[in-house]
């Protein structure tokens, strides 16, 4: 498959203000668009149908899954198709929970929602949780970790990227660390695809999660990459993906996911390995950097393989060095044309319990309550060029002086 690459910042979703919230969701691509439209024009049947309209859906259906493959260095039958992200680690973490035999299982303080939502049904199985703490840049304390992996620890997820404030972790070293023990490694790839390569076949990693939406492909479409001979009880259970999950295969939002990975795969082959986003967003970085009252939380872009390549995090304070909210920070930049966030979108409308608005990845990696309200995320994708972000450095200075006079 060989899509034609738009260039970057060709002006897309520009009509609703300008869109810096990437690592919520992405806007999809015209060629994800229209893949999807040509698979539900032509081959819009069931794939497990045995007449010409079910071969001929499930022939698109099983060009895209090698697509997906090729792209994540996998085997076409390591990848199971989910709804997205969520399900995608539901299905790790529940799947092993019901054929190993309960024990211990690792998450980092730092995790998405949905993995301690997955571990709280573990728990309910028998397993017992535990959190490996992670240091002030949200990078997991690897000495803890070590320490944590004898058993009875069967388990351990992580994630790779973090959604809130950038961190990568070290995957590789940690999966080295997971085999040594014979502890099997989830890692939730949701914020890491498309911006990086992945291939599946030389990581030391036993279960990947992603999700379409993050890299410019449809919602409601994700997979899990299951190591060969592993076993995992199914969520949902069928016939489809042999017998790992069940439903009928949505078509369309799988060919528009190969659409959407090709795209990124042939922006990090052009960047010679790298996300053409960062120089946009490391010019974007010293512009803001330069301002009163702000600072950047999680790690620098400056070290090797430390932070997303499109992700900005930044703490917000007063020229009284007081944080300001980061809620209302984001409700102010809505208003002159800038959609940005004040950290997950799946966290920002609840906040850790007792802290108001607080963020509970900033507490985890020690900082006040108050800062830990304070927090900004900017991400990038490839329809943004410079001139889309021309403003919005004199649009944030406006903001904080306007939350810095107005009433707390
Ligand atoms: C790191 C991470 N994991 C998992 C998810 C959940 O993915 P989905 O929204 O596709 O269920 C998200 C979504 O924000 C995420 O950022």
Redesign the pocket.
Known sequence: MNLPLPEQGSGTVRAGGVYLDA???SPPAAAVVAAMARVLEEAWANPSSLHGFGLAAADRLESSRQALADRLGCGSDELVIV?????A?HTALIGCAGTLEPGRVLLSAVE?P??YAAAAQMVRRGWQLELVPVDSLGRVDLEALQALLAPPTRLVSI?W???EVGTIQPVATIGRLCREAGVLLHV?A??VVGHRSIDFSTLPVDLL?C?A??LQGP?GV?TLLVRRGLRLEPLIGGVQEAGRRGGTEPVALVAGFAAALELAGQRLEAGAGRDPIEPLRDRLLADLLRLEGLRLSGPSPDGPDSRLPHHISLLVSGTDGHPLSGRRLVRELARSGYAVSSG???TSAGGAAGTAGASAVLLAMGYAPAEAASGLRISLGPWLGDEDLEGLVPALQRACRRLAEGPG
């Open positions: 690592c919520a969701t709804s997205g992200g969520s399900e680690i998405h949905a993995s994630l990227g973090q959604s939730d949701v914020q999660s999700a939406h993050k919602r994700g997950s979108a799946c």
